[in-house]
C-alpha cells in the first residue's frame, strides 16, 4: 500500500485523529493564551496592555465557543457527548474536560465579560426602545444600579474571577497535553513535560494572535496603534516563546539521552516523514525565526513601522510554528507502528468530513464570531478603569 513501510498492523495503517484533532487543542490554546494576557492587565496591573483587555477576553469567549465543534464533527455520533454530563466518570479525562469547558465558559468568562461591560450595557438599556430595549434588559438582568459603589463591586467580583480564571486556563489546556502524555504506550506522546509544553505553547499563540487582532482592528478603525502596548505584548510573547522553546528542548534532550527502544524508530521519523513540519515550519520558521526577529527589536532601535511590521511577522510566523506542533504531536504520534517497525502516512482530505475544507471552515468561524462580538460590545470605546478599585 502506497505510504506504508515496514512491518504494520492493518489497523495501524489508517490514522484514527485527523486535522480537526490537530486543529483542536490548537484553538483551546488560543482560549487560555489570550485570557492570560487579559490578567496581565487586571491581575499583575501591566498598565500598557490596558488597549487590549476587552479585545482580548472578547477573543477568549470567541474561540472557546468554537473550540469543541473539532470534537463534535470528528465524533460519529455527536449527540451522544452530551451523555457524559449525565453519566460523570472521574477516571476518564475527556469526561472531566466537559465539566471544566461549562466551568469556564460559563461561570469564568462569561460572567467576567459580563462584569466589565454592565455599565455600556445598562446604558444601552436606558437608551434603547421596543424589542432592542428587552433584550438589553435580559442581559442586565434587569438591573440598572451603576452606582459608584455598585460599580466597584463589578470590578471586585470580575478581579476575582480573573484570578479563578487564570489556573482555570492553565487546567483548561492542560489536561490537553495530559491527555497525551498519559498515553503509555505511544513514547512519542507519553512525557510528563507534554502538559507544561502545551501550557507555555498556549500562552505564546493566545499573546500572539490578540497581537495580531489588535493591530488589525486599529488598521480597520484607521487608530493609530499604541506602540507601548504593542511593545510590552512582544516582550511578554518573546519570554514566554523562550521558556516554551527550552521546555521543548529539555523534552528532546532527555529523548536523545535516555535512548529506548523506540529511539531509532522516532528519530528516523522526525529526519523523513515529519522532517519538513517539525525541522522546518515548528523550529526553525515558527520559533527560531520568530524570537530572532522579536529579540532583534529589543537590540535595535527601530522606527514605529518597522517594529510594527516584525510583530506582525513574528506573530503569524508563531501561529504557523504552534500548529505545527499541535500537528506533530497528533499526527506525527499516529505515524509510526507499535512495533516501530513501520511506518504509514497521512492523506487529509478537502471537502469530508475530516477534510481541509471543514478545517478551514471552523477556523474562519471564530473570526466571525469575533467580529460580531466586537459590533455589539465594543472593546475599545468608553473602557472604564479596570482593576484600580478591585483591591479596595
Known amino acids: 500500500m502506497p505510504g506504508v513501510q515496514g512491518f504494520i498492523y492493518p489497523n495501524e495503517i489508517d490514522l484514527q485523529w485527523s486535522v480537526l484533532i490537530v486543529l483542536y487543542p490548537f484553538l483551546t490554546g488560543l482560549v487560555a493564551g489570550a485570557f492570560i494576557l487579559a490578567s496581565l492587565e487586571r491581575v499583575f496591573n501591566v498598565r500598557a496592555v490596558r488597549p487590549t483587555y476587552r479585545l482580548a477576553l472578547l477573543t477568549a469567549l470567541a474561540f472557546l465557543i468554537v473550540a469543541p465543534l473539532p470534537l463534535q464533527m470528528h465524533l460519529g455520533h455527536p449527540e451522544r457527548s452530551f451523555e457524559m454530563y449525565l453519566t460523570?466518570?472521574?477516571?476518564s479525562a475527556m469526561a472531566m474536560f466537559?465539566?471544566?469547558y461549562l466551568w469556564y465558559l460559563m461561570v469564568v468568562l462569561l460572567l467576567e465579560i459580563w462584569f466589565d461591560y454592565r455599565r455600556e450595557l445598562v446604558l444601552a438599556w436606558r437608551g434603547s426602545t421596543g424589542f432592542k430595549r428587552w433584550c438589553y434588559g435580559v442581559l442586565t438582568l434587569w438591573s440598572d444600579d451603576i452606582s459608584p459603589e455598585a460599580l466597584r463591586l463589578d470590578n471586585r467580583l470580575g478581579y476575582l474571577l480573573t484570578i479563578i480564571g487564570i489556573p482555570s486556563a492553565f487546567l483548561l489546556h492542560g489536561y490537553v497535553g495530559f491527555i497525551f502524555g498519559s498515553v503509555k504506550a505511544n513514547p512519542w506522546w507519553s512525557s510528563p513535560l507534554m502538559p507544561v509544553v502545551f501550557i507555555f505553547s498556549a500562552m505564546v499563540s493566545g499573546i500572539a494572535i490578540v497581537m495580531l487582532l489588535y493591530a488589525g482592528f486599529s488598521r480597520l478603525r484607521k487608530v493609530a496603534v499604541d506602540m507601548a502596548c504593542l511593545d510590552t505584548i512582544a516582550q511578554y510573547l518573546l519570554y514566554a516563546f523562550i521558556i516554551d522553546f527550552s521546555l521543548e528542548m529539555l523534552d528532546l534532550i532527555h529523548r536523545i539521552y535516555e535512548a529506548d527502544e523506540s529511539f531509532r524508530a522516532l528519530d528516523f521519523m522526525v529526519k523523513t516523514r515529519l522532517?519538513?513540519?517539525q525541522i522546518v515550519l515548528q523550529i526553525f520558521v515558527g520559533t527560531l525565526l520568530p524570537i530572532a526577529l522579536l529579540g532583534w527589536v529589543q537590540v535595535k532601535r527601530l522606527q514605529d513601522r518597522t517594529r510594527r511590521l516584525l510583530y506582525?511577522?513574528?506573530?503569524?510566523l508563531t501561529l504557523v510554528g504552534i500548529f505545527a506542533m499541535r500537528w506533530n504531536v497528533v499526527i506525527g504520534g499516529q505515524l509510526f507502528s507499535k512495533s516501530f517497525l513501520g511506518y504509514t502516512s497521512y492523506k487529509m482530505g478537502?471537502?469530508?468530513r475530516e477534510g481541509l475544507l471543514p478545517a478551514i471552515l471552523i477556523t474562519i468561524l471564530p473570526f466571525v464570531i469575533l467580529a460580531v462580538l466586537v459590533r455589539v460590545?465594543?472593546?475599545?470605546?468608553?473602557?472604564p478603569e479596570i482593576g484600580v478599585d478591585a483591591k479596595a
Open 98 to 100: 466537559g465539566f471544566v
Open 275 to 277: 522532517f519538513t513540519s
Open 312 to 316: 506582525m511577522a513574528s506573530g503569524l
Open 350 to 352: 478537502f471537502a469530508g
Open 377 to 383: 460590545l465594543p472593546p475599545w470605546d468608553h473602557a
Open 88 to 91: 460523570p466518570h472521574r477516571s
